[in-house]
Nanobody, 117 residues
Framework: VQVAESGGGLVQPGGSLSLSCTVS????????MAWFRQAPGKQRDLVAS???????NYANSVKGRFTISRDNRKNTAYLQMNSLTPEDTAVYYC????????????WGQGTLVTVSE
């Protein structure tokens, strides 16, 4: 199983950016896809998650600004980020988590998002 993120980069404050996460080699369905982020010197925190049924969950800091979605046929999740601030600067990681048998969890390598003038 491979998890690959794309879409990071440099954006100005107030701008928007969209991230994608594609899972390949997966033969199971029914797993949660999530985005985490880790800023320099800080712990990795949950940004948003989405179940295979479409139920979403967001960190308070991104509610109203970020939107997570997924295409189950493509095993791909998306994170649309609007009204970005410098505090959103971090490496964003995609995570997949299956909580029923067989249980597993995979991480992507991360993509850097920098919000700066």
């Amino acid at each position: 199983v491979q998890v690959a993120e794309s879409g990071g980069g440099l954006v100005q404050p107030g701008g928007s950016l969209s991230l994608s996460c594609t899972v390949s080699g997966m033969i199971y369905s029914n797993f949660v896809m999530a985005w985490f982020r880790q800023a320099p010197g800080k712990q990795r925190d949950l940004v948003a998650s989405i179940t295979s049924g479409g139920t979403t969950n967001y960190a308070n800091s991104v509610k109203g600004r970020f939107t997570i979605s997924r295409d189950n046929r493509k095993n791909t999740a998306y994170l649309q980020m609007n009204s970005l601030t410098p505090e959103d600067t971090a490496v964003y990681y995609c995570n997949i988590d299956r909580r029923i048998t067989p249980q597993f969890k995979y991480w992507g390598q991360g993509t850097l998002v920098t919000v700066s003038e």
